[in-house]
């Protein structure tokens, strides 16, 4: 005989009320549920309707929760079933049936209605809101028979429903009360400028046009202003807002505002009596955005299962809308007033405009048209009251020194992707798997994304792209989430951990976890090796490099292939090797019946495929250092030919080249280290795309940092201009040394310099030369402990079994 | 289908290095053996749960669970269980410590296998 469980009523079968109880089911709660929905289907995504209208979805498309979801949780459904009262006396909800069912909990979700104008007609055939499938139907249908269609309301879903029923062939007016569409979302310039693209895709506009009548007999045939111009129209939609739903609680003697009125725990004025989403009005306000249900039905499921939670204190809420190839973005304040300090830009030919908001120094808000890739970021800025600095202002404005600084994907819209394209490359996931996500799962946060679809999770190179698809499911962003640590073992930052291990003199990474008191007491494949680096970095002569928290290429100093095989890379310093090198490596090639030679990019030879047991053997019949191909350290020197043999050389790039790469290899840097030296400006070894680039001229070298040619390429810096070789030395050594103190580990230095900025990095050494000098000293320091790994591991018997031998039993 | 168990001893405690896999044939069967910090140790198939394959050996090993070298996915070494967001599963294999020998069982059919 189990326990009577508690009976919870839920009325309203839509996003806010069947997310809240999803949350309650994820946190275990316990609770007889019965659900009650007016309109007959499943739950579905109403944020998505403009789409089925559009046509690029259908309505099986857009249905969160099908019937065999219901049933699986033990959910009692009664769909096309309106409740009508709660009475708190018998505690029980009556439905119009006559149902009654008692409960000891009730959320009211029951969301909100077309606002229809109260003007003669409005009650006529062919008139009809935008709202859920029914009305979305009822445009179908029309756009089949009629040809004229007049939409009143010119806010977000006035013209998403405008440019449906234009994708369904009809001629559609939209009418708009005032100058300006979306004046609650834009400002003027970003007003007219939706307003020319959408009358580029076919959309007629009535401006400043009130309706006083709706003409016809049983079905309407047009609409009179009050300035007694008409309009022809033989269908009519509604969209001039939306009102919340609060017959029921009326009815039922809850206090009833604008909405249904609820204290910070969604608590109605009755009592055992909650309520989510649209219905609802919380300290003032009515939400009508997806995003804030969803925060309203945390709170809720958190208070209803006993858990501890913070209490609901509102939502900032943005606005983007939602037609495909038209990108608005809205977020906080949009209007000048003298108070402001306006930030903007306008661009006529690409039909772009930005425009940022401050209120002493602080961002208040956003309105992007036509490129909305800062939306995400922007509405963070906002929703955190950020101050504006020079850093912010070129990444949102796009002055930044980089060339790209986004994915792959930048400026590709995440609305006009096909639910089945690839998002996160590495994993497999596609749009629709993280949208589900999001709305089945209520996530706020590319790490909740990440956790359930294993997007972003291998190289990141997508983030942008996941922020995106958060941004565009949710209208609304971001919320605050807790401090991230460097992982999830962890709520400290990479400074924190560094400052600890230096304050407390701590030793070992399980040292180091166990008094930062880790979650997981021996760490992760993220933090281990991160650590490990830090303690090296800080200790050089003293740390023990910990080969359990190496990653598996660094352990084993080859690269693993997917086969199990290994890759060895020796070095060719510069790029330059002898007939005699060439002779062995082909001899030791053929022996060991390595598959593949592959010449590299970082010009050397790549031995692909050996086998696990024969690497060592290898290395031995090499007889050559590590090329280090495996490893968070310098990679190679690319050169060119130089002043050697070249008719353009003014420098010898192939002498400095491999002075370099002998005088910097083996040593750990926070991410993998590349290189290159050029003898002349003709560039022919690629500076622009190293982490350090060097040109020679005729007097002497520049040096380039931070570039990339690689997930997200980036174009180096240009860094200084010296004279002589010893400078030379002398500023990549202080670059590198300032990089291994200050990188976090897995960060390249591309990445480096633009969340240092290129001005601090240039004052630390440029201008002031005891600290460069210093910092050169700490790298030689540094470097004088070094070892070729292969040669180690030839003399180190034990270790060399443990990591090489199959023994065969 | 005969349904004995073979047992292999497969070296002395002191032969496995604290988190670092070792490579292990026993019979047809490859197995990637752990000794994880608490001394325990367990063996696995070295067969990467992946699509793509692989092997595990060369993971890194937190407490009980095992990053695997290739994909960063989490295992359970003690139920071969993938954690999620990833799913699948790897074979298991008990293991005995008799002393300062460590043995490991397969079963007669996967041997048949």
Redesign the interface.
Known sequence: MRMERQKLVLIGNGMAGVGTIEQILKLGGAYDITIFGSEPHPNYNRIMLSYVLEGSKSIEDIILNDRQWYADNNITLHTGTTVVKIDEESRQVIADNGQAVPYDKVIIATGSNSFILPVPGSTKEGVVGFRDIADCDAMLAAAKQYRTAAVIGGGLLGLEAAKGLVNLGMDVTVVHLLEDLMERQLDHTASSMLQAELTRQGVKFAMGKQTAELTGDERVNGLRFSDGTELQADFVVMAVGIKPNTQLAKDSGITVNRGIVVDDYLQTSMENVYSVGECTEHRGTCYGLVAPLFEQGMVLAKHLCGAATQPYEGSVVSTKLKISGVDVFSAGEFTDTPEHTVISAKDEWKRTYKKILLKNNVIVGAVLFGDVTESANLQKLVKQGTEMTDEIYSEVMGTGCCGSGGSAKKGMSVEAMADEEIVCGCNGVTKKAIVDAVTENGFTTVDEIK????AT??CGGCKPVVEQILQFVLGDSFKESAKAGICGCTSLSRDEIVAEITAKGLKTT?EVMNVLEWK??????KC??AVNYYLGMIYPDTHEDE??????NE??SAN?Q???TFTVVPRMYGGVTTPEDLKRIADVSLKYDVKVVKVTGGQRLDLIGVK?EDVPKVWEELDMPSGYAYAKSLRTVKTCVGSQFCRFGTQDSMGMGALLERKYERLDFPAKFKMAVNGCPRNCAESCTKDIGIVGNDGGWEVFIGGNGGIKPRIADSFCKVKTDEELIEVCSAVMQFYRETGNYLERTSEWVERMGLEKIQSVILNNEENRKELAARIDFALAQVSDPWEKMLKDE??RS??F????? | MENTNHEYTIGTVQHFLPQIGRVIGCGPVELAVFKTSDGQIFAVENKNPHPKGGPLAEGIVSGHYLYDPLYDWKIDLRSGEVQAPDNGTVATFPVTVDGDSVKVTLQGTLIQS
Do not use: Y
Request: proline share 5%; with cysteine; aromatic share 2%.
């Open positions: 956790a359930c679809t294993g999770r291998s399980k997981q007491p021996e760490g992760c494949s281990r090796p080969k359990e928290s190496r990653f598996v352990r084993m693993i997917k086969d199990g696990k034990d270790t443990a990591l031998e199959k023994a065969q039993h």
